[in-house]
């Protein structure tokens, strides 16, 4: 699903940026924040992988409705850092950087913990 930003202060037209796009936005804020070891495959990412597509967003899920955008992260953590921090760290980085790259609020960023290496 895409989302639709509206600007106001242009007769240009639409912009419209695709769920991938933000997936892609998110992953690169993940891998950037200390503790992360790395994201996990999710369903769809493995899929697309296994089609010869490479694949950016994997470990990210992106869902829009309403305007709203609300993130999953499957995530694998260092063993040396701290769990919450970490965590907290990553919900933090993936909504400044949505926002800062698409001037959209992030509703959710939900850090699921799959491994710890």
């Known amino acids: ?6 600007d106001d202060k242009s007769n ?11 997936e892609v936005i ?6 950037e924040t200390k503790g992360v ?13 296994k089609i010869g597509k490479k694949y950016r967003g994997r470990g990210v899920k992106v869902e829009t409705e309403d305007n709203e955008v609300l993130i999953s992260i ?3 953590l ?3 850092g701290k769990v919450h921090e970490t965590a907290e760290n990553i ?5 400044q950087a949505i926002r800062n790259m698409t001037d959209h ?3 959710e960023v939900n850090v699921h913990i799959v491994n710890i290496k």
Do not use: P, R, W
């Open 105 to 107: 609020v992030v509703k």
């Open 74 to 76: 499957y995530v694998t």
């Open 26 to 31: 998110a992953s690169i804020a993940v891998t």
């Open 91 to 95: 919900q933090k980085n993936v909504s």
């Open 12 to 22: 240009l037209g639409m912009i419209e940026i695709s769920s991938e796009v933000l």
């Open 1 to 6: 699903m895409n989302m639709i930003i509206q």
């Open 37 to 49: 070891h790395s994201l996990q495959n999710n369903f769809a990412s493995g899929n697309f992988e």
């Open 78 to 80: 260092d063993t040396k």
